[in-house]
């Protein structure tokens, strides 16, 4: 390979291939006009302020009459979970013949500095339950939480247990005094109070930074390198700048509301330790009666293992599973695995636990 590598044949011969990527990596580019994200038809059956409810439309058949409210993270975006057609977590779930809604938090501004953690989990995430529960005719409906909006459903399935059938929690923080990943330490030396006092809402595009930091050669670096051995592939390029979209397509924080959830949980872990209050009211995991599906990613990086798996021993339920994905905070909704695997655990778990 060396011999290979000293000879001048060689040597053009790759560079007229890295030549030709990427003149046709530049064509398919161009002309892609604009990558779609979020394929499965849905519904807006409720606003308030920036956020949105909706609901997914389907036409198969309906196996379980109680239906599912997604609770995303804040930082992100909601449609990680329906990223394209062949990548949805939304769409297999649909598949299994449940009954989908979800939250969009929409975009914060300046005019919404003052919105607290009792505003999302108080207001907005229990009027939205409390929608799809008239909507449905249930009075109880299954949780579904995921990362931050999994800690968010931990905290409203404490305070309003006789609301939630079925708690299910996905790559969701809540002890956040674990030292396996670097989010977690770096967030012990934070002066939260300056960077909130100072910027009043918490930029998209900071946050961004944060994250990349994480993981700096595999996320600003290795995809890249990727990209360049694919340039030349339409689907591999369209699959790439869906998930750039995704990546940067990052949501400002309100300030309260991120000052609070740094210095609360992060600096002080006030949910595990039982101190944690939401409008006055202490958040007791132990109220958590009602069955407790807890999904965790085994290569997580943003929230490791050793952050999810400790809710377990700190419900009330008796009804409760531990499930470890083998994989990473974002490969457990697009990766080949868990479009065959995730869905169908998830709805024979709920099934299971439906009424009939």
Wanted: hydrophobic share 40%.
């Amino acid at each position: 390979m060396f011999r290979e590598l000293l000879d001048p044949k060689f040597f053009l011969r790759e560079l007229e291939e890295v030549n030709r990527k990427l003149v046709k990596g530049a064509e398919i580019l161009l002309s892609i006009p604009e990558v779609d994200v979020e394929p499965t038809p849905k519904e807006l059956v409720y606003e308030e302020d920036k956020m949105r409810l909706y609901h997914y439309l389907s036409t198969g058949e309906l196996r379980c009459p109680v239906p599912i409210l997604i609770c995303y993270a804040l930082v992100n975006r909601q449609y990680m979970m329906d990223l394209q057609s062949d990548r949805s977590l939304i769409r297999n779930l649909l598949g299994q013949g449940l009954d989908i809604y979800i939250i969009d938090w929409g975009y914060p501004d300046h005019g919404d500095r003052y919105v607290t953690l009792e505003d999302y989990i108080d207001v907005y995430l229990n009027d939205c339950v409390d929608v799809v529960r008239e909507r449905s005719g249930c009075d109880r409906i299954n949780l579904l939480g995921v990362c931050q909006g999994g800690t968010f459903s931990t905290i409203y399935a404490a305070l309003y247990p006789e609301k939630i059938l079925n708690l299910i929690t996905m790559v969701t923080p809540i002890d956040f005094h674990v030292t396996d990943g670097l989010l977690n330490v770096w967030s012990q030396y934070m002066d939260v109070d300056k960077m909130v006092d100072t910027m009043g809402i918490i930029p998209g595009e900071f946050m961004n930074v944060g994250f990349l930091m994480l993981k700096p050669f595999q996320l600003m670096v290795d995809k890249y390198v990727g990209l360049m051995d694919n340039l030349d592939d339409p689907a591999t390029v369209a699959n790439f700048v869906r998930m750039e979209k995704w990546i940067f397509d990052s949501p400002a924080q309100a300030g309260e509301a991120y000052r609070q959830f740094l210095k609360d949980l992060y600096q002080q872990n006030k949910l595990v330790k039982g101190e944690l209050e939401i409008g006055g009211r202490r958040v007791d995991l132990g109220r958590i009666t009602m069955p407790l599906l807890n999904i965790y990613a085994t290569e997580d990086h943003l929230v490791p293992p050793a952050s999810s798996i400790p809710l377990n021993d700190l419900v009330g339920s008796e009804d409760k599973t531990l499930y470890g994905f083998p994989g990473g905070h974002i490969g457990i909704y697009v990766s080949s695995r868990s479009q065959k695997e995730l869905a169908p655990m998830v709805s024979d778990w709920l099934m299971e636990r439906c009424p009939r």
